[in-house]
């Protein structure tokens, strides 16, 4: 299993912005999909974005406009540009990465992102 390790994470007020980043360890980032989930307490973890190994990327309809993730392959790392930042966004948030032919479904630790009004 590759291992990932989210930061970036923190307190920001209501309209602003924040950068998370997942670092992967191992040769495999390359060939995985990779997404952010957040999960509020209470809440049921949500796909927020998705970008896959050939770069298309998906948003939840919240997220649309607001976050952008994608990818840097050299760096074994994805980021979720998060700007325009809202209470409601306020979650943990986790890193994913699926690579089915590898049968790898990996989870980082999750990091804590808390938006004040």
């Known amino acids: 299993q590759v291992q990932l390790v989210e930061s970036g994470g923190g307190l920001v007020q209501a309209g602003g912005s924040l950068r998370l980043s997942c670092a992967a360890s191992?040769?495999?980032?390359?060939?995985?999909?990779m997404s952010w989930f957040r999960q509020a307490p209470g809440k049921q973890r949500e796909l927020v974005a998705g970008?896959?190994?050939?770069?298309?990327?998906n948003y939840v309809d919240s997220a649309k406009g607001r976050f952008t993730i994608s990818r840097d392959n050299a760096k074994n790392t994805v980021y979720l540009q998060m700007n325009s930042l809202k209470p409601e966004d306020t979650a943990v948030y986790y890193c994913?990465?699926?690579?089915?032919?590898?049968?790898?479904?990996?989870w980082g630790q999750g990091t804590q992102v808390t938006v004040s009004s």
């Open positions: 970008i896959t190994r050939g770069g298309s990327t």
């Open positions: 994913n990465a699926v690579a089915v032919a590898l049968s790898i479904n990996s």
């Open positions: 191992g040769s495999i980032f390359r060939f995985s999909d």
